[in-house]
């Protein structure tokens, strides 16, 4: 009876003293100019962050040339903080794969592995650890895609390199039409899951029924550790007589909240523009669905994740690094949203 009421409280010690993964939080950047911002570096520090995600550039296929080329390159104004790592990311717009062939995906790779690694020494570093190849690839073009990350991993350039790849939702439910990328890991986008472009009240930046839907049943089995990707960022969805019209870069919570320019619905997230609006090129009658999220969105969208991820260490990364964003959360916000994981 001695031995087992030893044993019994032995497991229970090793139980209370197993150590919680560690989750290392961070952010994207994601502008086409690195400054040095101290109230940026600020947020850095105070996570603790010991590497940031930046946005190399992106890649689009141009029809003059009949080629995939950079669009929107990043220039770094100054260097990144000596105590942070770069993780370049590089996102391709999946039309490029049904563009191109395979032979074509390998000189795609061998430039975007030298453009990279030029983009890294312009920020002050010398090296990497992780490129990250940010795509939401089909069905259609998962074969060229993924002929296209194998080629990039056997560059010379990536030698000893991690490879990483974003993850959607619709891809974790559909593994056996979207295959599993030929990457050392994903990562998990918790971000822009609704239909955007669908008139109505949802909120297509975080949607927990989505979550539901896609994740639940799916998730824990995925067979590529996963880092998450969680929003920040807010945006106006314009629609016109019903119909999408875009997203407003002239349109912020001042804008929203100014009755002379829009009046609310009732409790809902739509705004009927009660005047002509040409700063923004917008009219008199369009709808605006002020779209933003909310430490408590955050907070059931990490508890939710906890329970169906995997257990392992991961980063956990805030999408994107800006003061106007972040200024909505307290620190104590996101420190509960970290520690969920």
Known sequence: MRKISILVISVFLFIGCKQKPVTHPTFYYWRTDYQNKKAETAYLNQFKSKSLYVRIMDVDFNPDLQLPVPVSPIKFSDPLPKETDIIPVVFIVNEVFNKIDTMQTAVMADRIAKFVGAKVKQAGKQNYKELQIDCDWTKGTRNRYFKFLEQLKANPLLKGKTLSVTLRLHQVKNIVSSGVPPAEK????CY????????????????QREMDLYLKDFLQQYPLPLDVALPLFEWAVVFRNGQYAGISKRISKVQINDKKLFKQRGNTILYDLQVDYPAAGLKQGDVVRWEEISAENLLVTSKFLSRYL???????VFYHLDTDLLKHFTNEDLQKVIANF
Do not use: V
């Open 186 to 189: 994903a990562i998990l986008m």
């Open 192 to 207: 822009n899951m609704g239909n955007l472009r669908k008139y109505g009240e949802q909120n297509s930046i975080l949607d």
């Open 310 to 316: 995997s257990a392992g260490e991961r980063n956990l």
